[in-house]
């Protein structure tokens, strides 16, 4: 394997690794408002999360880092292109954190419900928007000869992408109550039950057409349709295990779900990292954005000495807080 394929590896368990965990944070946030239908429920609802949530999005951080220093190329288009989108997700995370922070800063019910109003407006942009961004790079965008956007921000608004931002969505809603039923008691814990009952049937529809949608339109052979299979299959039990109240079997079957829709985007993309709706000879490949070997030497020995401390920290921090919420 060279160092080239090695670091996409990495970043595709950087993007998956970011959504399988924020992903029940911003599940968390959609549904805070309903799970909790008094102050103490939010909060019980919040605070499930609030140990949490600041370490996830380090995951995002060092994404988009990775992918700067090992594919510029990529980088540079991607985030030219994506530009409004990214100022928008931007601004919805910080939203999202603002609100955490400040909604108990006064003992106002109208000071509240507007911080309440900005961690589920921020929870639900921030995934559809994360889901239009990867579902635009195998769907393909403008990209001129000079590997520059040449598009509008109407062409990341197409069929394909909207639905993958959806189905992000939708799973983002599941994993969260799943999160929350495992981490709650007494009836925040009876009500997210309820509410991922609700959504699980939605959900798994969605990963299953994302599948066949991404079959018909990349079609790249049997390792990306095991990875969609082994997604809906995922969806489908934890649709079961949520109705039958197993909440920590069902947590780890949104996780897998939730990964391995990221992944399968990433496994018919390669080797491009971009597609090029206008031919194939100007698409972003892992090869023409990539830098040099002695740079990715360099990221690699800096990855195998730092990634081990991220994880434990975050084990660490996981385990610290494994108790229920009450």
């Not at 499930?48 to 510029?72: K, S």
């Not at 540079?76 to 994506?82: E, I, L, Q, Y």
């Not at 949104?254 to 018919?268: D, E, G, R």
Request: aromatic content about 12%.
């Amino acid at each position: 394997m060279t160092l080239v394929s090695f670091w996409f590896i990495v970043l595709v368990v950087f993007w998956t690794g970011f959504l399988v965990l924020e992903g029940f944070d911003f599940g968390v946030g959609m549904l805070h408002g309903l799970v909790g239908r008094d102050e103490q429920g939010r909060r019980v609802a919040l605070g499930a999360i609030g140990p949490l949530w600041d370490g996830n999005e380090v995951w995002l951080i060092v994404a988009a880092a990775g992918m700067f220093a090992a594919f510029p190329g990529w980088y540079a288009t991607m985030f030219s292109g994506f530009y409004l989108g990214f100022v928008l997700l931007l601004v919805a995370l910080i939203a999202r954190g603002v609100s955490f922070e400040f909604r108990d800063r006064r003992d106002s019910r109208r000071w509240r419900r507007t911080w309440a109003a900005a961690t589920t407006g921020g929870s639900l942009l921030a995934p559809l928007l994360i889901g239009v961004a990867l579902g635009n790079l195998l769907h393909g965008v403008p990209i001129g000869t000079d590997q520059e956007y040449a598009g509008t921000f109407a062409d990341l608004l197409n069929p394909y992408s909207l639905f993958c931002g959806a189905t992000v969505v939708l799973l983002c809603l599941l994993h969260g109550a799943s999160f929350l039923a495992l981490k709650t008691a007494g009836e925040v814990r009876r009500r997210s039950l309820r509410a991922g009952r609700r959504i699980a049937p939605l959900a798994a529809a969605a990963v299953l057409g994302f599948a066949v949608w991404t079959q018909v339109m990349a079609g790249n052979g049997v390792g990306p349709l095991l990875v969609e299979a082994v997604a809906v299959v995922a969806a489908v039990a934890a649709a079961l295990l949520l109705g039958r109240g197993r909440d920590g079997r069902a947590f780890a079957a949104t996780s897998l779900a939730m990964a391995a829709v990221v992944v399968s985007i990433f496994v018919n993309l390669y080797p491009r990292v971009m597609v090029s709706t206008l031919g194939s000879s100007t698409d972003l490949t892992i090869s023409n954005t990539s830098s040099a070997p002695y740079s990715l030497k360099v990221m690699t020995v800096a990855a195998v000495a730092l990634f081990p401390v991220v994880l434990a920290y975050q084990a660490w921090t996981y385990y610290t807080f494994r108790r229920r919420v009450a």
